[in-house]
């Protein structure tokens, strides 16, 4: 048996991680001070592991879908080449503001380029051959988003998809109407299948599916 993570067990575990740069910190603050559904932001834990992979990884070229505030932009951009450059896409315009705020005080704002409209669309005309993919906007279009980025993913490339648990719904009988629960069954069945890559599915947070293009 393992520990479950209660709240108090997850802050014993941010205050044994390295804390979040000032930029971070603020950006985390004032997300869950003024934006809706502040519970979306990756968040320090989450934003250290991104962080982390990413500086393992030294990618040239990121890809994020679903930008929300770009807490987790600028730490998947820490671990990017000198050239390295990060695209990420959010289809919510009224986000931009706070977006480009905290990319322009940012480190990285010569690297990041923000896409505003929908990730469908955007991804068709995005020419890019991808090291590092983090999957996070609409759930139900999670194979859609897998499909397209695929074929640009280098050998060896890595997709990190989130909230692949879903709150544990994955395993519990699916309501009526939860096309979301349904959409992410699905999506965790069609990557263990698929013959292209190697997987696992890590049960941090909400579950993030770590993919390998082979
Ligand atoms: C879970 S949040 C992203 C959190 C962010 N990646 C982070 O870790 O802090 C999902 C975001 O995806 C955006 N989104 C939803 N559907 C989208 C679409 N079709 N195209 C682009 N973005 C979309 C939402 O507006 C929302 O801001």
Known sequence: MHAEITEELEEYCEAHSTPESDLLYRLNRE??????????????????????????????????????TGYATLCLAEGLT????????????????????????SDYKEKITLHVGDALQVLKQLDATWD??????????????????????????????????????????????????RALMKFNDYVLADERVKNFLLPFRDGIMVIEKL
């Open 31 to 68: 997300t869950n001070l003024k934006c809706i559904k502040p519970r979306m932001i990756s968040g320090h834990l989450q934003g250290r592991l991104l962080s982390f992979i990413s500086q393992m990884m030294r990618p040239k070229r990121i890809l994020e879908i679903g930008t929300y």
């Open 82 to 105: 000198d050239e390295g450059r990060i695209d990420t896409i959010e289809i919510d315009e009224e986000l931009e503001e706070i977006i480009r705020r905290y990319f322009s005080q």
């Open 132 to 181: 590092l993919v983090f999957m996070d906007a609409e759930k139900d279009d999670y194979i859609a988003y897998y499909e397209l980025v695929m074929p640009r993913l280098r050998q060896g490339g890595i997709i990190l998809a989130d909230n692949v648990l879903w709150s544990g719904k994955v395993i519990q009988t699916v309501k009526t109407g939860d096309k979301e629960t």
